[in-house]
C-alpha cells in the first residue's frame, strides 16, 4: 500500500487527535459503556474496572480502525474507485483488525482465550456492524480540513484574502487560472480576482502550498489523496476536487511528500 496514502493518513489522523472533541466524545462513550455494562461486563467488573476496561477498548479500537480506514481509503481514492467500492473494500480489514484488538484485550482483562471460536463469533457479532458503520461514515461523509488549536499562537491570514468579500475569507484551499483572473477557492467559497497567478501566489504567502501546474496551485493541507495517471499527477482536495499536475511540477510535489 502506498506510502504516501499511510503519510496523508497519518497526517490527517495526527489533526483529528488534536481536536479535544473528539477525546470528549471518547469519554462520554467510555462512560456510558461503563455505567450500562453491556456484554457481561456488568457482573463481571466493578465501575472503575468497567471505566477503565471500556476506555482502553474505545480509545484503542477508535484510533487504530479509523487511522485503517483513513490509511486504504486515502490509498484506494488514488485508484478512482467510487465511494461504495472504497467502503467495500476497508470495511472488512478495519472490522478484522477491531476484532482482533478486542479478543486481545478480553484476554487480558477476563482471561479468555482469544482463538475460542466461539467468543470469536460473538464478538464479530458485535464489532462488525459498528465497523461498517464507521467506515460507512469516513467514506461517504466529506471530512472537514483539521481545525488549528485554539492553545496555537495563530498567523497572520495571507494578504490574498484581504481582497475577497468577508463571506468568503475562509482558509485557503486552491488558485486557478480562469481566462485572465484567478479563482480564489477558499473553506467559505470562491471568487475570481483580476490578477496573474504568479502574484496571487505571492499574496498567498503564510499559507503551505505549492503550485502543481501552470495553472493551479494548492495548499498542502488540503490534499486529501493522490494518483498517478502516465506522466502526470492528480491532487483530490478535501471538497472531493481533482487538480491535475504538470510532469513539470511532479517533482516537487514529490519532495512535497503529496505524491
Known amino acids: 500500500m502506498s506510502d504516501t496514502a499511510l503519510r496523508l493518513a497519518l497526517r490527517e489522523m495526527h489533526g483529528i487527535l488534536r481536536r479535544p472533541a473528539v477525546w470528549q466524545v471518547m469519554a462520554v462513550v467510555a462512560a456510558v459503556l461503563a455505567v450500562s455494562g453491556p456484554f457481561g461486563t456488568l457482573a463481571s467488573l466493578g465501575l472503575g474496572a468497567r471505566l477503565a476496561y471500556w476506555s482502553v ?15 486504504i481509503d486515502g490509498a484506494l481514492r488514488r485508484h478512482g474507485l467510487s465511494s461504495l467500492g472504497r467502503w467495500a473494500q476497508t470495511s472488512p480489514p478495519v472490522a478484522a483488525l477491531v476484532l482482533v484488538e478486542v479478543a486481545a484485550l478480553n484476554a487480558l482483562a477476563f482471561g479468555i482465550s482469544p482463538f475460542a471460536a466461539e467468543e470469536l463469533a460473538s464478538l464479530a457479532f458485535s464489532t462488525v456492524p459498528v465497523a461498517l458503520l464507521v467506515t460507512g461514515a469516513l467514506t461517504f461523509i466529506p471530512r472537514p480540513p483539521a481545525a488549528p488549536d485554539a492553545d496555537d499562537p495563530q498567523p497572520r491570514p495571507p494578504r490574498l484574502l484581504s481582497r475577497l468579500p468577508l463571506d468568503k475569507r475562509g482558509a485557503l484551499m486552491s488558485l486557478s487560472v480562469q ?15 483580476l490578477l496573474r497567478l504568479s502574484d496571487a501566489i505571492a499574496e498567498a504567502e503564510g499559507c503551505a502550498g505549492l503550485q502543481v501546474h501552470r495553472s493551479h496551485w494548492v495548499a498542502r493541507d488540503q490534499v486529501r489523496a493522490a494518483r498517478r495517471e502516465g506522466g502526470r499527477g ?26
Do not use: F, M, N
Not at 477498548?57 to 490509511?71: E, Y
Not at 492528480?234 to 505524491?259: F, N
Open 179 to 193: 481566462d485572465h483572473y484567478v479563482e480564489v477557492v477558499t473553506s467559505r467559497g470562491r471568487a475570481l480576482l
Open 57 to 71: 477498548v474505545v480509545v484503542v479500537t477508535a484510533t487504530s480502525g479509523w487511522l485503517l480506514s483513513l490509511w
Open 234 to 259: 492528480v491532487l483530490t482536495l478535501s471538497d472531493g476536487r481533482e487538480i491535475p499536475v504538470s510532469r513539470t511540477y511532479l517533482g516537487a510535489v514529490k519532495e512535497a511528500g503529496l505524491l
